[in-house]
T-cell receptor, first 112, second 112 residues
Framework: SQQGEEDPQALSIQEGENATMNCSYK?????LQWYRQNSGRGLVHLIL?????REKHSGRLRVTLDTSKKSSSLLITASRAADTASYFC????????????FGTGTRLKVLA | NAGVMQNPRHLVRRRGQEARLRCSPM?????VYWYRQLPEEGLKFMVY????????ESGMPKERFSAEFPKEGPSILRIQQVVRGDSAAYFC??????????FGPGTRLTVT
């Protein structure tokens, strides 16, 4: 399977704490994206980081990318109950048909 | 500019029936991707189509599943003789020349 993996599978934290989730992938990539999915809903695009970038910020989100280790991390600072959701990384290969390879997801629960 | 449209949003079928899922890409987009999400899992690539052509169907089950993207009208994912294991959320994404994909809200198929 080409599917990447997120770690941890599930994470439960208190409101105000930071949440860090990691994503590992298997092939050389063009870019990596992070998505949020609330239970039973569609995907919300959070952030895209290109293979030549190492770090990117968007509001309370910070994403890093280490292509030598084939891994990325998503940090959510000062978490809120509304951040409760599943988070997925998706990679796009540098060759082929540009299909997205999704990770298995991290289920984040933020307790109020 | 309307986003990617999928219909129906929810579909219930009895075992053995056919399911037809529709996806209208964003205006100007000629690339369509279908993904399946089983409960508690990440999205998995099924098929990539351009107008009137299947480009990559490496993720499609060998039997009962087919997809098309005609010159006019939406892309259709067709599942014949559905079984309980087909119950899942099916997401469509479209892209233009940049290959950045925009996701629809998904169709949730329940097989009873």
């Amino acid at each position: 399977s080409q599917q990447g993996e997120e770690d941890p599978q599930a994470l439960s934290i208190q409101e105000g704490e930071n949440a860090t989730m990691n994503c590992s992938y298997k092939t050389s990539i063009n870019n990596l994206q992070w998505y949020r999915q609330n239970s039973g809903r569609g995907l919300v695009h959070l952030i895209l980081i290109r293979s030549n970038e190492r770090e990117k910020h968007s509001g309370r989100l910070r994403v890093t990318l280490d292509t030598s280790k084939k891994s990325s991390s998503l940090l959510i600072t000062a978490s809120r109950a509304a951040d409760t959701a599943s988070y997925f990384c998706a990679t796009v290969n540098i060759s082929g048909t540009y299909k997205y390879i999704f990770g298995t997801g991290t289920r984040l629960k933020v307790l109020a | 500019n309307a986003g990617v449209m999928q219909n129906p949003r929810h579909l219930v079928r009895r075992r053995g029936q056919e399911a037809r899922l529709r996806c209208s890409p964003m205006k100007g987009h000629s690339h369509v991707y279908w993904y399946r999400q089983l409960p508690e899992e990440g999205l998995k690539f099924m098929v990539y189509l351009q107008k009137e052509n299947i480009i990559d169907e490496s993720g499609m089950p060998k039997e009962r599943f087919s997809a098309e993207f005609p010159k006019e009208g939406p892309s259709i994912l067709r599942i014949q003789q559905v079984v309980r294991g087909d119950s899942a959320a099916y997401f469509c994404a479209s892209s233009g020349q940049t290959y950045e994909q925009y996701f629809g809200p998904g169709t949730r198929l329940t097989v009873t």
